[in-house]
């Protein structure tokens, strides 16, 4: 195999997602380790979420979005700022998830209407990044028994999350913060809840991320497993023989150099040093 089609075929493979995905529910609980994934839902928004693209790359951080497909389809100048921004937290290397269309409550919507939402969507994210999105997060986090047909069929996995800013209804970058580190604390692991729609959710995040890199300084002191940042929700699926899978080699090797990267961040943290 020349380099080209092993280049080509490692590109393709790493896209392409994992046929256990169809059907499965993640939220948060279930970790190998101590992954916290970061998620926003609602945008792709051109005022909000350059912000946060930014922020997340500075810290070092991959994130899911879980976007609505309204909100980038279209001629409309607005729509097309939005899709510019989609196309670039695609390039930087974030997960793009499927939102529905319109948002709609969906218990209260018919089952074939529940359909387009969701194939719309779908077929808009693969238009953007080229990829077909396998990741779902239901509005308002109703899941109904339609939406899980048309996500089986297309292999998608549902998304739930358990660590939660509530930033919709407590509009404040303070509120947010704690609200998020409260319930990391519970869980020690999990999927956080934002929306990049929101300006004090965005100012929240380099703050959330800050503080969690200064207090996994404390864990290696105390020789304790480190938070981590991912946007791999495979490692949250739930073992369904009841045993928890082995982390797959690569897992624990990448693990290691985060936590080699963590201490000697933690080493230099009085002389300003950047993200670990
Ligand atoms: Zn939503």
Redesign the pocket.
């Known amino acids: 195999m020349n380099l080209w089609v092993l280049v080509f075929t490692s590109l393709f493979l790493s896209q392409t997602p994992p046929q256990t995905a169809d059907g499965q529910d993640v939220d948060g609980n279930w970790a190998q380790g101590r992954q916290l994934v970061l998620t926003f839902?609602?945008g792709p928004a051109w005022e909000t979420t350059p912000v946060l693209l930014d922020y997340l790359d500075d810290l070092g951080v991959k994130a899911i979005f879980?976007v609505?497909g309204r909100r980038f389809m279209g001629t409309l100048p607005l729509t097309q700022k939005n899709r510019a921004i989609l196309e670039e937290a695609h390039r930087r290397g974030h997960v793009v998830g499927n939102?529905t269309q319109t948002?709609p409550m969906m218990s209260q919507t018919p089952p074939e209407v529940q359909r387009k939402e969701i194939e719309r969507t779908h077929a808009a994210i693969l238009k953007v990044t080229g990829v077909a999105p396998w990741l779902y997060?239901p509005?308002?986090g109703g899941m109904t028994g339609a939406s899980r047909v048309v996500l089986r069929e297309l292999k998608y996995t549902n998304v739930m999350w358990n660590v939660d800013s509530n930033d919709p209804f407590q509009r404040h970058v303070n509120l947010a913060f704690q609200n998020v580190l409260r319930d990391l604390a519970q869980f020690g692991r999990g999927v956080a809840l934002f929306?990049d729609t929101n300006a004090w959710s965005v100012e929240a995040v380099p703050r959330i991320i800050r503080s969690v890199y200064l207090d996994n300084c404390q864990r290696v002191t105390r020789g304790e497993p480190v938070v981590e940042f991912s946007n791999e929700i495979e490692a949250f699926w739930q073992p369904r023989s009841g045993k928890p899978p082995e982390p797959p080699l690569v897992r624990l090797q990448e693990a290691a150099r985060r936590r080699a990267r963590m201490t000697a961040w933690c080493q230099n943290i009085r002389k300003g040093a950047g993200s670990p």
């Open positions: 839902d609602d879980f609505n939102h948002h997060r509005p308002f929306h």
